[in-house]
């Protein structure tokens, strides 16, 4: 059984999720032992993680950790577990910093609790409570994060290292977060800084941290680790900027069903990614001007989502970027032919590739 | 040296202060290898947590170490330096979540953020810019926080068991914080659900588990655990309450020299404390019409705090929360008479007592 499972994504996915499910039902007993009035934070926790997501870190976390030599266990698909309930704090409190109402078709964390308090004409202000809310259920799953990697019962000779790597990678992922916010303040833009700000914010925390992470679970012997770890570095750093560029395009060109946000929401939002930072280097200057005028509106329609589409489109960004992540994501793929990750693991990691970079995902 | 400081409050003070120093300067240095766009978060950070603060809760967790038979040592005065990056989180979001804009007599982190916004006369909404900084530099805080407990080189005998306390904690004063915005929302309050809440968010978070943090720190004797953490409890619930009632006072009566806070600052902002429920519960209706127009109202001005501050003695409140206080204190110190803790610290223990509850606090 463990066997069969630890070479099938889908299974592992199952596991994952099964484990999240448990850790929450707890922690909802846990909460609502302080107080009635936190069913609702509770619920809306579980929903948010419950109804849908892909658990690609928990995924590279547990495939880096069988690829570092490690033996499934139901210790292993907890502690890997807790790193969705990491990627939940950076969703929420994303979405509220991005005034992004909308996830996975459903309303995000704060316009959720808007919702609950103007249905329940509750005093103050709905937007404030619904901030408010997403703050501290943002921080709720942080901590939450670390409560399941701790309860894990992984072993103890390897938790300091585990942890390190797991401290390593929020800094990084708050570092990134900080830079792009900053970004988004400034009047010029350079693909080189877009690339830097998604490398910490994205890529190297959905794929090469949580390859490190998975390691770090499988063994002590130094040099191991090392040699395993910059392996998945040779894989994980392209793989993960290949990632960022998929998302980017989603985020301008993207199906509202599939990406689970409405059309064209990085425009709204004025997100500056490599695409758009890309895009601009060649545009004409009439045609900066255009993009300017439009990018960044909230109230932008979709007329005018079709018209910065388009000027994306003739710039030739979107199609360079395709090549890029073919390039990318082959690089990576090639990165996994060496006798130093376990073979059943390298099959499952370029799955995992062509997975994360998908046109659809 | 480490016998005359471990009996030594202020000395302990001292080595803690140096540590987050020599921790925060790590830590910028390592942002800025990132981008030195982050040198600004760093630097408010750093400036956050050394320009002030009491250190009650390192200073709690110490003392609770020292109580349960711990001995000084560089790596402990580390792990308990920890709580006050955790403390930092708390209030940045906290100042944030409440539009309170002053904190020890400067601008809150939001506000920080904001007016470097205007300065730069940066692109976008100064206002959105200083609450996304202060989303995600009180996220850094937090994640400083585990990252500083686990580097800092306890043993690692202990170290499950002090994350364990250390987790409970933190969803404690999530879960405190989160009664208490939704308190907030609520048109009827009563002194009980004041209660719940300020034992959640502040009591037990600021006394009694940092003390368990402590405990956990020095032993992994169950027994002897047990026994003293039950003490510590004895101690520190009742002490959470005095502590968090002459918050309540200071809130409304104090002076903006000594809490750093405008005067009056929790009327204008609304806090449903529970000083605010115990008057509430003995004031006349005329009196009840009169304070709810004015509560919570954004521009109150100073005879509008005046009116409230007399509705609020009028109803003998505040004395009866001054003999609370008293009664809560000295029930406090009276639980430190057990040879279960160690001597040293008790006599500390019953100074802190006195310090985190006088008037001029």
């Known amino acids: 059984m463990a066997n069969e499972n630890s070479a099938n994504p889908a299974a592992i996915r199952h596991l994952i999720e099964g484990e999240l499910a448990i850790f929450l039902s707890a922690q909802k007993k846990y909460l609502e032992s302080i107080g009635s009035e936190l069913t609702p934070a509770a619920d809306a926790l579980s929903s948010f993680l419950l109804d849908g997501g892909k658990r690609l870190r928990p995924l590279f976390a547990y495939f880096g950790f069988i690829g570092a030599g490690g033996t499934h266990s139901q210790e292993v698909i907890r502690a890997c577990a807790s790193l969705e309930l990491l990627q939940a704090c950076a969703l929420i409190h994303d979405d ?38 997403a703050i501290l259920l943002g921080d709720l799953a942080l901590v939450y994060s670390d409560l399941a990697l701790h309860q894990s019962g992984i072993k103890s000779d390897v938790l300091p290292q585990v942890l390190a790597v797991h401290d390593e990678m929020r800094i990084e992922l708050m570092a990134g977060q900080f830079l792009d916010v900053y970004e988004q303040t400034r009047s010029s833009h350079t693909v080189e800084r877009a690339l830097t700000i998604a490398r910490y914010k994205s890529g190297k925390y959905t794929i090469e941290r949580p390859l490190h992470f998975g390691a770090s679970l499988a063994t002590t012997d130094k040099n191991l680790l090392v040699d395993v770890t910059s392996h998945y570095s040779s894989y994980g750093l392209p793989l993960g900027e290949a990632f960022q560029l998929r998302d980017d395009l989603l985020g301008v060109f993207g199906d509202p069903e599939l990406t689970g946000k409405p059309a064209g929401d990085d425009l709204r939002e004025g997100k500056r990614t490599v695409l758009v930072a890309m895009a601009q280097e060649s545009m004409s200057s009439a045609d900066i001007k255009e993009f300017e005028s439009h990018f960044g509106k909230a109230d932008l329609d979709s007329a005018g989502i079709e018209k910065l589409r388009s000027i994306i489109t003739d710039s030739g960004a979107p199609m360079h970027v395709e090549n890029l992540i073919t390039e990318l994501t082959n690089t990576a793929i090639q990165a996994l032919d060496t006798p130093s990750i376990v073979e059943a693991s390298r099959q499952v990691l370029s799955e995992l590739a062509i997975i994360a970079t998908k046109r659809n995902l």
Request: aromatic residues 6%; charged residues 25%.
């Open 96 to 133: 509220l910093m991005d005034g992004s109402d909308t996830r996975r078709g459903k309303p995000a964390i704060h316009k959720h609790f808007e919702k609950l308090h103007n249905q329940e004409s509750a005093v103050g202000s709905s937007v404030g409570f619904g901030q408010s809310a």
